[in-house]
């Protein structure tokens, strides 16, 4: 399994490493979210697929969850869930059986296509209040607003 994983992952041609035997960290890059690093682990009975999404929202929880909870309804091979601590990480699990080079690979492109699609919409809902405070910080500034720009209809005071 260890060796169709590698050979999978090199064919995609993204970015890996093996921190030890049979356990795979995966660089995806993105647009929005510029990176979501992704786990492969392979276990007796399962490949598990884990990615950390985004930390616990600040703001506006039950219309966040209630995102999160209507986006599950509609994804392949992984979903959104919550660590002890309520950061939310895409996670799923794929039997040995069915693990391909394809499978990797339509897994890995779900794991990038969620996390890359919903990142935004996910930061607005959870976030709002603290990307409205470092627009106006960065601004005073004269602080680049590049990477908030996505933010600009909400956080942008002069819109």
């Known amino acids: ?29 993105g647009q929005h979210k510029l990176a979501t690093m992704t786990w492969l682990i392979v276990g007796d009975q399962a490949l598990h697929v884990e990615a950390f999404f985004c930390r616990k929202p600040d703001e506006n929880h039950v219309e966040f969850y209630r995102w999160l909870l209507t986006r599950n309804g509609s994804m392949y091979g992984v979903h959104f869930a919550l660590d002890p601590i309520g950061d939310v990480y895409l996670v799923g699990r794929l039997p ?8 990797i690979d339509r897994v890995l492109g779900c794991v990038l296509t969620y996390s890359d699609e919903g990142f935004d919409r996910a930061l607005e809902l959870g976030f709002a209040s603290s990307i409205r405070r470092e627009w106006e910080w960065r601004a005073k500034r004269g ?13 942008d005071p002069d819109r």
């Open 1 to 29: 399994m260890r060796d169709l994983i590698e050979t999978a992952l090199k064919d995609s041609e993204v970015a890996f490493e093996e921190p030890r035997p049979g356990a795979f960290l995966v660089t995806l890059p």
């Open 96 to 103: 040995l059986g069915g693990v391909t080079a394809e499978e």
């Open 143 to 155: 602080e680049s607003l590049a990477n908030l720009r996505a933010f600009a209809r909400f956080a």
